[in-house]
Nanobody, 124 residues
């Protein structure tokens, strides 16, 4: 079992920045590929970013490419999402997720573990 706890959400103006963290604990969290997803009211959960188990390969959703950066710190068992140039359409609950194996997935159902989510609100 792996437990994931997100933090760092909040309210920010458009054009601003925000950093999210996801603290992992439990059974060897470093053995998992990780991802960030988000879900806005009335919408499906959307892939935001993914990172390889090694931390050396990353992938981003088209809507955040060039603005968001995913990273992980193995010494702290923590996953990060740095969000820059935020837009009102980035408003959502953001979730971190982990799955066994080397690579992330863009499909929420292919993840084994989820955090409780953290709200990000971007005002115009």
């Amino acid at each position: 079992q792996v437990q994931l706890v997100e933090s760092g959400g909040g309210l920010v103006q458009a054009g601003g920045s925000l950093g999210l963290s996801c603290a992992a604990s439990g059974r060897t969290p470093s053995s998992y590929a990780m991802g960030w997803f988000r879900q806005a009211p009335g919408k499906e959960r959307e892939f935001v970013a993914g990172i390889h188990r090694s931390g050396h390969i990353t992938s981003y959703g088209d809507s955040v490419k060039g603005r968001f950066t995913i990273s992980r710190d193995y010494t702290k068992n923590t996953l990060y999402l740095q969000m820059n140039n935020l837009k009102p359409e980035d408003t959502a609950v953001y979730y971190c997720a982990g799955r066994g194996g080397n690579y992330w997935s863009r499909i929420p159902g292919e993840y084994d573990y989820w955090g409780q989510g953290t709200q990000v609100t971007v005002s115009s």
